[in-house]
């Protein structure tokens, strides 16, 4: 049995990653973005996870702002385990690393678009005070989260300050 190992992804590491993504996503192709957001954008954190020689999973945190607050932010997406290795605790230890690396970072709250019955797991709640980029479907309502990691004394509002490469409707939309 190997150990998973969580750590910073490498440029060697592109091959496995575009491996990983139309295997975790057969129906959506992420791929593009993320290998943009990869190149092109300063402000993530990207980790992989390591099983034995193999990459099983990867995870994508972009450093954002908030319209109405000073605070940092950031944005997961995306997360993909392939599916040879999922419900092994591999998503959620990506989850839990990169909270880690972030808060020590000084960024106040994490926000995702996703199932709330898996990220609900690691803490997020829905979130109503931040809105995402573009106004969401109402069954989407709940998707949109959040997770406070650091100190900030006032609460946060307005809307997320995504980088361009996010701002994309089609992301956001069903
Ligand atoms: C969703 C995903 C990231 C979860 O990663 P994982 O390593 O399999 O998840 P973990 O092992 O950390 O957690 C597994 C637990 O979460 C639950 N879970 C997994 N996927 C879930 C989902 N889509 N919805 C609700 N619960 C889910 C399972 O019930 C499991 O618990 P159990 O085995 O005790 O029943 C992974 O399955 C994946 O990449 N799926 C395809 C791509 C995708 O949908 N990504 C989500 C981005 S929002």
Redo the contacts with the bound molecule.
């Keep these: 049995m190997h150990m998973i190992k969580i750590r910073q992804s490498l440029d060697t590491d592109m091959p496995a990653i575009e491996r990983l993504y139309p295997a975790?996503?057969p129906d959506e192709d992420l791929l593009p973005l993320v290998k943009r957001l990869l190149a092109e954008e300063p402000d993530i954190l990207s980790l992989v996870a390591e099983k034995g020689q193999s990459i099983a999973?990867h995870i994508l945190f972009t450093l954002c702002g908030l319209s109405h607050s000073s605070n940092q932010a950031a944005l997961l997406a995306?997360?993909?385990?392939a599916p040879g290795?999922?419900?092994?605790?591999?998503?959620?230890?990506l989850i839990r690393e990169g909270l880690q690396q972030l808060g020590s970072k000084g960024v106040d709250q994490v926000f995702v678009l996703?199932?709330p019955?898996?990220y609900g797991?690691c803490g997020f709640d829905p979130e109503t005070a931040v809105a995402p980029p573009y106004p969401l479907p109402e069954q989407w309502r709940q998707a949109w989260q959040s997770l406070s990691i650091g100190p900030a004394q006032t609460p946060n509002q307005g809307k997320l300050l995504l980088p361009e490469l996010w701002l994309q409707p089609a992301l956001w939309a069903p």
């Design positions: 975790a996503f999973g995306p997360l993909a385990v290795h999922q419900r092994q605790g591999i998503g959620t230890a996703g199932d019955a898996y797991r």
